[in-house]
């Protein structure tokens, strides 16, 4: 070598070499590799030159990824890519930079604020012309009088005409220009609409979307089917089941949650003797004391005359350490000699060995709150036929999807909608059905129809059911009067609305609420309602899996030409978007129903299927609580059919780009539009599989999060106000108003107010950093537990303060955050694949360019 | 002007802490403030960092026949404070209130918002001392409950439990069983046992002054808030 370099040559490709080797861990024959090609650049390049090196210097950015590696054979590939993209993109600008261009695009901001001013003033001119009409619309009209029955019969005329109007609209075709002009105006009158507050709005809004909705639903069946094809007419036809089942969905949505009640909690007389008695059920079967304990603790606080209200632990398991526990705190223990029809069953039995008029049932993890009798008891004074009054389940710890998907009190979670907005909705109806806990009902209706319903795996709905059917009436109080834990992983989840959706399939084939006596027709709309919720299954697998049918097997699901689709399912899904939107935006942020829908589809489309067909299979399974999710970890077997059918979409992207290749031009926009479908469901699937990766929990108590004052009284004799952020069972979270107050291991005094008493607990420190101490506190005596629960899970108010600050629904931002969260899906899937997948994958993605920040 | 007066149940209360610490509150809070020590042990000087040897008071000043208000000391500009000074003969207006009235009519109408009178614990003989507000300070423990079953209570009259340890069961029991005896009369708040009530005056401060963070001065800025809102009301 030394007879054909220079010495300093020499020395500089030795020194290349040993940097190769000994800092960047290349193996001999990569090093050897890399130093001759880096030779061979240097023989074109001016690689010492000082432009040179500053670019590749790692300071520069431009190839900082690659020299973090180690360096492989193709490494030079590596290098030339990265070169050339360089050459075309610009660095990527720091944050301070991105603000500074932001303001530079002020013309846009102020062109935002040029038009929505106005936009407003013409929707507050609308408004301010309707304003008497929708006054007389939303005003309380009393019944019955000559007045109201004259308009009676001219709403019914105007009615009749609507109707006849509707179907014109409904029905008329159109041509491709008229449809979309059709479709652009209802579009803005809806935008227009839905700026004004107060329900009529909302009404307008619902029939622009049932007009739009019908009228695409009749143009499919008129005009979209092609029965001539055996294969295209099974497609077309599942899908537009599929279709019609989502029309249907919709309109018995709108019509439950057109107008939610809102009812508010009725007085109790002032003479408590008057008070009616109430024993208060606590069914467990095999969880934990730790889980029950704070729940019977917190009944034995319930702000109720001591001698009108017993409280009762049904153990099924039949367990001595829960005899024992109910007999040191001094309630009843209740067992019996078989397990038939389990929670039913347990509570039938219940019924036969109790008195009281009432009966409060909670799970055993919902601690009740010291207010909840005092709130519900007053309607059941006011209204004789009231059978039953439900109140929310309110969850303290984040259910799996706010867990994995690390959303816990951003936005509103998933059982929000049920409890926030359409129990409220069916109350309205009279429709407001039994959940299973948090409620009370009366003995007298429970024994009129013959217990609790044990046909059915949801024994809860199936007994509301019955009471109406009865005639009697329900009620429901939207005030969180207790709070639970959530099922604590995904499996759990979804074990547990499987056992819902077989329960509500049960009882739609067994004592189906659109037939059978005693209903009104408002009822049995709900109930069905409720019932086709659970039965999305299969329709949700076939709209994952539809475009695939054109694009693998080329089969004409939609007989139509792509544009004349687009012009009819683009105001469908545009105003149905934004009408639910504006109903439900409180309670469910656009798009989300998409994920948890799809996570649960695969699951519930069988067992749905299958009660359907035979509705006495399936047994009652608990749901399990208070477990602890101790690693991080991709639940495999949860999200293999989503794998499955990321693979098939995957397929149809592959297909779709042949198609666009090599199949005819005519097809191209179908081809296209059916790519859009795909890559939408590719979104949706990535963020059902982001919820399989399951989160960490990091203590087995779960923590509940709050704001309330409180004080700390030192060793030494000095005392500090506190604020109390979160508490659980055996410790607590406080902010001092200074730091370094206490230090690890010192003994304290916590106090915390309960009404106007205040009471002490013995703690000790924990951990402190700076203000914050964790505070774990010391055992207690029963009266103390007793007290210390009272302070923290069952104050009256913590609950209800809790929805305030969640963000409201901006159906852009929620489509971003969705299409984001699908991302997720992919990185968690990728991150948790076995090596042999990753390897290789990660092999490819090493040539990928980087975009560089810019040098600061 | 508003007339608050602070007086013990029995002696060792606290009631001139607390009165240091609400003059302290108040002016904390925007407010023109006068103390007045009516307890010939005239010790509330010691909360406004007062030179003990220094006898000047108002009860001097009236036994030599100058203006009650020539020995009053201003700490800072919103709050002045006027000492008992030292008398041979015990001044018989020193308790009357009526006399204090008229003595502050005296005075310009807003030079002063609140004027507070520390009062001498109450004895049995003693005439009640009419203001517009009367706190009486007790302890929750079975002396004051004694004395205050044999009170006799006035309109303006409320009681304020002074070093509260909640993790006493004798005081949080006293504490219940006051709640329904005197729903009217009990302020709906405690002030907490804590150290630097009394590490402030060690320090000549009134509690506010010296650790406005801990539990008692909370306890104390509660009263001067609900004090402010009782007048914002009346007003």
Known sequence: MSLWLQPGAQAQWRRHYRHLRDRRGATPPTAVLLTLAWAVAWCFLPLESGRWQSLLSSHSGGFTHLQRRRPGIADPLRYGLQFLWLLLVRPRRSHAARASRRERFKPLARARGFLYPRANKVAQRVERHLRPALSTFEGDNPDGSAATRNTRWLLILMGGTTAILMLLVITQPFTLPAQALFSVLLWIIALIVRRLPGRFSTLILVVLSLTVSCRYLWWRYTSTLNWDDGLDMTFGLLLLGAETYSWLVLILGYFQTLWPLNRKPVSLP?????????????????????????????????????????????????????????????????????????????????????????????????????????????????????????????????????????????????????????????????????????????????????????????EDAHTSLRLHRKGFTSAYLRIPQAAGLATESVSAHIGQRIRWARGMVQIFRLDNPLFGPGLRLSQRLCYVNAMLHFLAGVPRLIFLTAPLAFLLLHAYIIYAPAFLLLAFVIPHMLHSGLTNSHIQGRYRHSFWSEVYDTVLAWYIALPTTVALINPRKGKFNVTAKGGLVDRQYFDWSISRPYLLLILLNLSGVVAAIWRLQSGPADEIPTVLVSLVWVFYNLVILGGAIAVAAEARQVRRNHRVSITLPGAVQLPGGYAYPCTLQDYAEGGLGIVLPAAGLVNVGDTLTLLLQRGHQEHAFAARVVNASGERAGLELEKMPLAKHVDYIQCTFARADTWSLWRDDLPADRPMKSMIDVVCLGFEGYRRLFQHAPRVVRAPVSWLGSFIPQRPHEAS | MIRVAVQGCRGGTGASSIVAGLAQALVNAGERVLCIDLDARNLLRLHFNHDWRDEHGWANAVDNGQTWHAAAFALGTHLHFLPYGHSEVAPVEALNGDEWQQRLKELDKDTYRWVLFDLPAASFAQDHFSADVTLTVVHADPACHVLLARRQFHENDYLLVNHFTPSSLLQNDLYTLWQAQYSDRLLPWTIHRDEAMFEALAHKRSVTAYRSDCLAAQGIRNLAAWLLARHEEAA
Request: charged share 25%; proline share 5%; hydrophobic share 40%.
């Open chain 1, 270 to 458: 002032e003479d408590t003797r008057e008070w009616p008695s109430v024993d208060l059920m606590i069914p467990t079967y095999n969880e934990s004391l730790e889980v029950v304990r704070p729940t019977v603790l917190a009944a034995l606080g319930l702000d109720w005359p001591k001698d009108k209200i017993n409280i009762y632990l049904l153990d099924d398991g039949k367990r001595a350490a829960f005899r024992d526990f109910a007999a040191d705190v001094g309630v009843g223990y209740i067992t019996r000699d078989d397990n038939n029809h389990a929670k039913a069953g347990n509570l039938n039995h219940a019924l036969t060995v109790t008195q009281g008029d009432y009966i409060a049932i909670f799970d055993c993890d919902h601690v009740p709150q010291r207010s909840f009798l005092q709130m519900t008891m007053g309607w059941f004074l006011k209204d004789p036929k009231l059978g039953l009054i439900q109140t929310p389940h309110h969850f303290f710890s984040p259910d799996p999807f706010e867990r994995n998907l690390d959303r816990f009190r951003r936005m509103p979670n998933e059982g929000t909608l049920f409890y926030g907005l359409v129990q409220d909705g069916n109350d309205l109806w009279d429709a407001a059905f039994f959940c299973g806990s948090c409620a009370v009902l009366k003995r007298r209706a429970i024994e009129a129809i013959g217990g609790f319903a044990v046909e059915t795996v949801t």
